[in-house]
């Protein structure tokens, strides 16, 4: 069974723009989080989708939005991106059991540069 | 909100020999699952082991074992014969039915010949 993939992997973009990321979970995994990874913040969630539903958030400002489509698969947008945007975006999919206590497994990750 | 520690920000083991990474946790929850990931060089995220918390039993997976204590809110990970494809990033993450998944900080794993 294939694995969690992310697009694009790498990602350069400037101060200003807008970018937007993608994921597609393990087939049938319903449920799809998201993840920044930073040097000095480290691992912080963005958010969880269910069933075309954001279930849960992180804290992060508004410019970070997502979705997820009727096959599971995923997209995060961040608007007006800042430097401190700059981070490896993780990907994380799993079954989605009764109680939201299952693994989740993770994709490979975009990295995003902002200049 | 649950947090979840990992007090050693870099450790060494030498190839063949035993490591244990060390994890405590806040929560006053009392069903929820713990979890040790490993992340190599490549970034990649990879499930290592997962606990249960109900389970008194500690997880084990090959090399790989936990010495899970639930009422000292402790979760180490003990790798055994340690291999040169060990060496990554470790770390610990809590999730119950009502939380996302939750990362301490990493334990950073070198394994020396």
């Known amino acids: 069974k294939a694995g969690v993939t992310q697009t694009p992997r790498y990602l350069i973009k400037t101060r200003g723009q807008q970018v937007t990321l993608s994921c597609s979970p393990i087939?049938?995994?319903?449920?799809v989080s998201w993840y920044q990874q930073t040097p000095g913040q480290g691992l912080q969630f963005l958010f969880e989708?269910?069933?075309?539903?954001?279930?849960n958030k992180g804290n992060f400002p508004g410019r970070f939005s997502g979705r997820q489509f009727s096959n599971s698969r995923s997209e995060m947008n961040v608007s007006t991106l800042e430097l401190g945007d700059s981070a490896l975006y993780l990907c994380a999919s799993s079954l989605a059991l009764v109680g939201g206590t299952d693994t989740q497994y993770f994709g490979p990750g975009t990295r995003l540069t902002v200049l | 909100a649950q947090t979840v520690t990992q007090s050693q920000p870099e450790m060494s083991v030498q190839e063949a020999e035993t490591v244990t990474l060390s994890c405590t946790y806040d929560t006053s929850e009392s069903d929820y699952y713990l979890f040790w990931y490993k992340q190599p060089p490549s970034r990649q995220m990879i499930l290592v082991i997962r606990?249960?918390?109900?389970?008194?039993q500690n997880a084990t997976e090959n090399r790989f074992s936990v010495n899970f204590q639930k009422a000292a809110k402790s979760f180490s990970l003990k790798i055994s014969d340690s291999q040169l494809g060990d060496a990554a990033m470790y770390f610990c993450?809590?999730?119950?039915?009502?939380?996302?998944?939750?990362f301490g900080t990493g334990t950073r794993l070198q394994v020396t010949l």
């Open positions: 606990q249960e918390a109900y389970k008194q």
């Open positions: 989708y269910f069933s075309e539903t954001q279930r």
């Open positions: 087939s049938g995994h319903r449920s």
């Open positions: 993450a809590y999730r119950s039915a009502t939380s996302k998944l939750t």
